[in-house]
């Protein structure tokens, strides 16, 4: 047997360095903020500061986020923010301060377990590697787990249900949460039960309303950065716009990024984005202030960030952030350049393509989708359809009211509504529209607009069945769109009503049955009135636009109405043969339009949208005086 000879310089050696480690073991957790701690020990792997110690100047916002992952009793934090800006790198510091002063078993997921592959080698490890006193502590790695002095990390992706609900964990980092599979958070939820002192951390760019992310934000704290405006020293977040979103629930008069729009910024109508750029500023949203503040400021700006909670009945434990790119200190970010982004994508939107639009307001705002064009202020041509009449003002030319309803169920079901009224040629008044929440009250405000039985339409593509028993009960007309060209009717020759003909036509009459809804009973037909989709709005589009008709607006017309008015587009398409034909794309929230396209095919149905008769031709024989006998 060989033998170990070890002088007295090993012995101090191994005994120092045993003494270092129950020193690190047993020594309690720093007191100082993470971001002093990460400031000494993490180095960046990646971006433009890689390779030196991570700074906390260049994203401040992080110290605010790092304060709510050390606040005993937490149990969720959750951060909603825009694309590169501070959410994984949070993620990441946080994680290696817990590995070396916290050690628990950690759930690292995102949202595909194929990202891991990646992930790991690319984004982990030189972490992991860049933090001196945490690579101390690093025993060994395999796919999906890393094993660390005292604690594990296994990592997982959200499409892997099995394997998330396979170890019960007290710290989970929930990576990538927008493209997350449903439903897989409240699987890792039921994990951690076990830990009364579990904690909870999601990072993810904004998605859509009302998503799992975005549910989760909302029940937390909804902290935002706050600055302090250097003239009037008012308190006020970087927002972006005035308009109420679903981040900012209420609207302001004052504030947010302005530009100029002359002939120097937009000649002949399009914008010129050098010229733009130069006008870029922020404006405090201090009615008495309304002090305009530039790029140029904003570093001195961010120096007063504090932070502000927008919901001060956050459920106990829950913490949540959102901030948006306005407030990066990176040059990429500069004011004038996120601008000109906004421009860029309203103009693609304009020509029927939202996607960079969505991009701006979840990657860049931060804030999510709300599926609607309502931050594009372009229904300009609406402007000239604006007459001068009220809501509900009586009109002496009326001759015949229409109401017509939607049905939709996001957020409960509900019944958007038009009330439109003609008179001769082709003259038409928006009367009133709103929202109604049960079928009841629609009859109720036909009933309160003296509408009559063959005026009453309701679109029933939706929950058929139960519109069908709404309109044998209560005489509304059932109306429903199909893609499709025309219809082919039989008809009376126009020349010789004894004689019949077949002819297009974009509407067409055909019969629904009603069941009884407990039996599936046959109950009874009613009339179903069919349009054609894209014919219909090319027709209504000629009228909005003026080119038919004196279709027309109250002047003071609601915003939302507007809207939805353009919540349809048309684009050129062009199939495999290359023939080109144009098809209309819904892009945002639609129902008064829906509405307005069934009243005016029941204008031309019952003959109110007819052209006047031709004028009386009297012969000359007949204005001949009688001869006399």
Known sequence: MAKIVLNLEDWKDAEAEFAAFLSDLCSPPDMEPTEVWAERNVTVPDGPFAGSNWRVQFTPFAKFIFAAMRTPGMKRVVIQMCAQYVKTTALFIDFLRNVKEDPADTMWVMAEADHMNEFIPKRLMPYIEGCEPVAKLLHGRSKGLVQFEGMNLLLRGSNSRAKLQSDPIRRIYCDERREWKKGSIDLLRKRMRTFPNSLEISAGTAGNEGDELHTDYMEGTQTRAHYHCPKCNHSQPIRFGREATSLWPKAREDGGFRWDTNEET????????????????????????????????KYELIRTMHTHDYNPTASPGYASFSGCAFEAVWESCDWDKLVVEFLKAV??????????????????????????????????????????????????????????????????????????????FGKSRLVMHGTARTLAELQTIRNDNKIGPTSALIDSGFKAQEIYRFCLASNWKAFKGESRDYFLVTKPHPSNPAVNMTARQIWNRTVATVYNPQTRARVATIPLYMHCNDATNDLLAEYMTGLLGEWTLPAETAKDYILQMVGDVRREVVDSRGVTSYKWFTVGPNHMRDCERNILIAAIITGILAPPPPPKVVSKDAEKPAAKS
């Open 266 to 297: 937009k000649p002949k109508g399009v914008w010129n984005y050098t010229e733009v750029a130069k006008t870029v500023y922020f404006e405090c949203e201090n009615h008495e202030c309304k002090h305009r503040i530039t790029n140029a400021d």
């Open 347 to 424: 103009e693609q939107a304009k020509g029927g393509n939202p996607e960079p639009l969505k991009a701006f307001i979840t990657e860049t705002l931060g804030e999510p989708w709300q599926d609607r064009l309502g931050v594009i202020e372009d229904a300009g041509f609406l402007e000239a359809r604006k007459f001068n009449y009220a809501y509900g003002e009586v009109w002496p030319e009326a001759k015949r009211r229409f109401i017509s309803a939607d049905v939709q169920e996001k957020g409960g079901v509900h019944y958007p509504y038009v009330i439109r009224e003609y008179g001769d």
